[in-house]
DNA sequence: ATATGTGTATTATTTTACTAATACACTAGG
DNA sequence: CCTAGTGTATTAGTAAAATAATACACATAT
């Protein structure tokens, strides 16, 4: 369900507050979905529970998420039902400028970009 | 010539390293050129000599840059002039990855995806 | 020689990220 | 009631990242 690297540089607990943020955006998580448990996912991921568990404090703190004592975390209620495509597009910005950066110091041109991204989704998706 | 973010959550000594290493791929540095110095790359992006001076080092122990004493770093002699296309497009890879998934948690189609690259890298040409 | 420019070593401090091992409060099902 | 399942608090420790303030060794141009 996640994609948690440990060797990116990226906190662990950030990948997981974006990749939920992410989900919920696109109503791949919906308001009263629960979430993995904390347990679950330290285990698979190979990571303590306490980084899970800050993580989830802190989308809780932002009103992404709501906690009920002795249950499963869950997407919080009062969401919006799904951003639309624009304000989707406008979260995959960050994503877009770090591959523009890089194609530009590896003096790629958009044409190869282009022609990468393309056969990585089209791989993706089969 | 160099775009260090300390909010990303990604070391910057491993923003720089990156970004050098990207630009010895494409020839934008060449064998023997001087590379900015410590201090002026730490004045200009507000951060501490001694980052910048530790990603320096972990490249000289790459075998990527010469270090001589007095003088500015230097990048190696002994490297292979630019390296292929396909090599350089091996190295765009992570950032691709990144993108891909992003979008497959934000459920945007490869069309909506390469709409935006293509979008923001001809912004970026002009 | 002197001044200015390299990178670096040193020492200390602060902040952040992560791990570890327990224990607690609560819910739900048998 | 009891057990297994939630998330969390607690306390402690380790490691990485970044800052700060000096000081050193060397090169280069004046």
Redesign the interface.
């Known amino acids: 369900m996640f ?1 948690l690297n440990p060797n ?4 662990i607990y ?1 990948q997981l507050m974006e ?1 939920v943020r ?2 919920v ?4 998580l919906k308001p009263g979905d629960a979430l993995p448990s904390v347990r679950e996912l330290a285990m698979t991921h190979a990571v303590n529970p306490m980084t899970i568990s800050k993580a989830y404090s802190m989308l809780e703190a932002e009103g992404l998420l709501e906690r009920q004592r002795g249950k499963a975390m869950t997407v919080a209620g009062n969401l919006p039902l799904q951003e639309s ?1 624009p304000d ?2 406008e ?3 960050p ?14 041109g ?1 044409d ?3 022609k ?3 056969e ?3 791989k ?2 089969a």
Chains 1, 2 share one sequence.
């Open positions: 994609n990116t540089g990226v906190p950030r990749q992410r989900m955006s696109s109503s791949q495509k989707r597009l979260r995959l910005q994503a877009i400028e770090n591959l523009a950066m890089a194609a530009r110091q590896l003096e790629l958009s190869d970009v282009l990468a991204v393309r990585h989704m089209e993706q998706d």
